[in-house]
């Protein structure tokens, strides 16, 4: 069946670090791709996302593209801050699929001053 | 105006009750889904709705059963609360299946 790996956590860094957290998938066809952010106590949210091949997905300074060749749409950021700290979820879904996001298992990112 | 909505936001129970948490959107988004996150964050869908209609039932006991009055709201009832029901339950919504999915505050249940 389809899934979702992403790297292990926790990770921390110093501010103004370089960020990778890697993601991998598993899919039958062509799914879309999403980064999701959720902050301490809150609920998820769209950080960015690819609907095809190739596509890059940007905000707020963070970077996936959706790589078919290689099966991964890993997260990047050139300079991460202290209010990056928050657990980073990569998830696909299908239209078919009646909308079902199929997540990993979530990366916790730690930044420190 | 907070887009996604959920009720309550904290719910302390003891086993054996029923509860319900519910979820409005003021988005007009036509899809809603509730979501539980476990103890390690791990998140699976467990329902979700188009137009009020039930689309995904992902193997949830039938203790657990959602209803949706209307498009903008989807509640969640819960039947003989077990202590593995403790958990954070979101509810989401999106205009299309594949588009992207606006999630609530969450409700973190804890059964005792």
């Known amino acids: 069946g389809d899934s979702v790996t992403q790297m292990e956590g926790p990770v921390t860094l110093s501010e103004e670090a370089f960020l990778t957290i890697n993601c991998t998938y598993t899919?039958?066809?062509?799914?879309?791709l999403f980064w999701y952010v959720q902050y301490p106590g809150e609920g998820l949210q769209l950080l960015l996302k690819?609907?095809?091949?190739?596509d890059k997905g940007s905000n707020k300074g963070f970077e996936a593209t959706y790589r078919k060749e290689t099966t991964s749409f890993h997260l990047e950021k050139g300079s991460v801050q202290v209010s990056d700290s928050a657990v980073y979820f990569c998830?696909?879904?299908?239209?078919?699929?009646?909308?079902?996001?199929?997540f990993g298992q979530g990366t916790e990112l730690s930044v420190k001053p | 105006d907070t887009a996604v909505s959920q009720t309550p936001k904290y719910l302390v129970t003891q086993m054996g009750n029923d509860k319900s948490i519910k979820c409005e959107q003021n988005l007009g988004h036509d899809t809603m889904y509730w979501y539980k996150q476990d103890s390690k964050k791990f998140l699976k869908i467990m329902f979700s709705y188009n137009n009020k209609e039930l689309i995904i039932n992902e193997t949830v006991p039938n203790r657990f059963s959602p209803k949706s009055p209307d498009k903008a709201h989807l509640n969640l009832h819960i039947n003989s609360l077990e202590l593995g029901d403790s958990a954070v339950y979101f509810c989401?919504?999106?205009?299309?299946?594949?588009?992207?999915?606006?999630f609530g505050p969450g409700t973190r249940l804890t059964v005792t």
């Open positions: 998830a696909l879904t299908y239209a078919h699929q009646g909308g079902k996001l199929i």
């Open positions: 899919a039958t066809g062509y799914p879309s």
């Open positions: 690819a609907t095809k091949a190739d």
């Open positions: 989401a919504s999106s205009q299309e299946f594949r588009d992207e999915q606006y």
